[in-house]
């Protein structure tokens, strides 16, 4: 199998607080993992790849300072969000893949941001 | 610039109407085309992956089909719990992220 879960499902935060969302393969290493962010009736906009051990590769228009993401072994990624603020209310999906030469990337179930 | 289109954006079919859902893309050179099925609220969950032109795979009522420029993926006789979103993406070659397309949302009504 290829299971991989996130941590918490939901949350709500107040403005200016920080909150960390965790993503882990249960059943494989996983040596890169990538973050995503989802608005409502929108397709998947990947926001940074990690590769364990090293620094995150952000696209375009994510700011790093604010979306800092650690992978800090082959099982777990984290990303917090800081000092969040309302238009950072989104849905967060993490996906892993295999190994460096498996292509199929398996993702988590996602976890609800709202910040008030 | 790698570009993956969906089409169409929404599909309403009755229960057993089989139909397909297409997959248009561009990418410098192809190294898998993917689908994956997501429920509201849930994460995408992994279909499918095609290497090559011509390369066909099977699962259940789904299967997907690839050419060099585009995707399909056929539902025959489709049940309610079909319903969902269809995404397509891709990756190319030296890459290591998917190109995601808009999806397909699929209504199957009883």
């Known amino acids: 199998g290829a299971v991989v879960s996130q941590h918490p499902s939901r949350v709500i935060c107040k403005s200016g607080t920080s909150v960390k969302i965790e993503c882990r393969s249960l059943?494989?290493?996983?040596?890169?993992m990538f973050w995503y962010r989802q608005f409502p009736k929108k397709s998947l906009m990947l926001m940074a790849t990690?590769?364990?051990?090293?620094?995150?590769?952000?696209e375009q228009g994510v700011e790093k300072d604010k979306f800092l993401i650690n992978h800090a072994s082959l099982t777990l990624s984290t990303l917090t969000v800081t000092s969040a603020h309302p238009e950072d209310s989104s849905f967060y999906i993490c996906?892993?893949?295999?190994?460096?030469?498996?292509?199929?990337?398996?993702f988590g179930p996602g976890t609800r941001l709202t910040v008030t | 610039e790698d570009q993956v289109t969906q089409s169409p954006e929404a599909l309403r079919l009755q229960e057993g109407e089989s139909s397909s859902l297409n997959c248009s893309y561009t990418?410098?050179?192809?190294?898998?085309l993917f689908w994956y099925r997501q429920d509201p609220g849930k994460g995408p969950e992994f279909l499918f992956t095609?290497?090559?032109a011509g390369e066909e795979k099977e699962k259940e009522r789904l299967k997907a089909t690839l050419t060099k420029k585009e995707s399909f993926l056929h539902i025959t006789a489709p049940k309610p719990e079909d319903s969902a979103t269809y995404l397509c993406?891709?990756?190319?070659?030296?890459?290591?992220?998917?190109?995601f397309g808009q999806g397909t949302r699929l209504t199957i009504n009883p």
């Open positions: 996906s892993a893949r295999k190994a460096v030469n498996s292509y199929e990337q398996y």
């Open positions: 059943d494989f290493q996983a040596t890169t």
């Open positions: 990690s590769n364990e051990g090293s620094k995150a590769t952000y």
């Open positions: 990418v410098s050179g192809l190294r898998g």
């Open positions: 095609l290497y090559s």
């Open positions: 993406a891709v990756q190319a070659e030296g890459a290591q992220k998917l190109v």
